[in-house]
T-cell receptor, first 115, second 114 residues
Framework: DADVTQTPRNRITKTGKRIMLECSQTKGHDRMYWYRQDPGLGLRLIYYSFDVKDINKGEISDGYSVSRQAQAKFSLSLESAIPNQTALYFC??????????????FGSGTQLSVL | AQTVTQSQPEMSVQEAETVTLSCTYDTSESDYYLFWYKQPPSRQMILVIRQEAYKQQNATENRFSVNFQKAAKSFSLKISDSQLGDAAMYFCAYTNFGNEKLTFGTGTRLTIIP
């Protein structure tokens, strides 16, 4: 079983709809991240959380919100989806105190298409 | 802010040959980490190799090695004996020491020619 699980794997939605992407992890890591991947732009950080009570904006947070429901769960919401939010979204975790240093562990991604 | 630049959007190499992917970065920090991630068509992000800036020795993982030039802020990836399974998008990434918010380059798509 995957250590970092994202649901759904693929999603098609319409402009203006609210959508939630979910991420859960069994690694026991405190730190979780949401990244967005666009062709030619690489991966860009949307939000990150260093523990349940700590939520921080990344470089492209406009139009997104997050919820850290528990150590293991970190959800990304698009309140009113727009076509330029069409992208591949990744959740990731890290554990700097567990001997993994700055390594990120990624989920398998959610491909979102906004029509 | 740190930036990571990959100037080669696409590269190709004959199977069994060697290829080098380029990466440069900009930072004012002295302690940091650099990474190469591989993204095959399955889209999973796979860590290929990691370099700690305070280590002068270049990291090596089997057929993958890096040429880390700290003064030049250059971090290239060399793939020896290229295999069909190496075909993927490769991302270079940077993070400060104690901070796992990675900054990624725009990626290089590597094609392996049989």
């Amino acid at each position: 079983d995957a250590d970092v699980t994202q649901t759904p794997r693929n999603r098609i939605t319409k402009t203006g709809k609210r959508i939630m992407l979910e991420c859960s992890q069994t690694k026991g890591h405190d730190r979780m991240y949401w990244y967005r991947q666009d062709p030619g732009l690489g991966l860009r950080l949307i939000y990150y959380s260093f523990d349940v009570k700590d939520i921080n904006k990344g470089e492209i947070s406009d139009g997104y919100s997050v919820s850290r429901q528990a150590q293991a769960k970190f959800s990304l919401s698009l309140e009113s989806a727009i076509p330029n939010q069409t992208a591949l979204y990744f959740c990731a975790t890290s554990d700097p105190t567990g001997g993994q240093d700055e390594k990120l562990f990624f989920g398998s991604g959610t491909q979102l298409s906004v029509l | 802010a740190q930036t990571v630049t990959q100037s080669q959007p696409e590269m190709s190499v004959q199977e069994a040959e060697t290829v080098t992917l380029s990466c440069t970065y900009d930072t004012s920090e002295s302690d940091y980490y650099l990474f190469w991630y591989k993204q095959p068509p399955s889209r999973q992000m796979i860590l290929v190799i990691r370099q700690e800036a305070y280590k002068q020795q270049n990291a090596t993982e089997n057929r993958f090695s890096v040429n880390f030039q700290k003064a030049a802020k250059s971090f290239s990836l060399k793939i020896s004996d290229s295999q069909l399974g190496d075909a993927a998008m490769y991302f270079c990434a940077y993070t400060n020491f104690g901070n796992e918010k990675l900054t990624f380059g725009t990626g290089t798509r590597l094609t392996i020619i049989p």
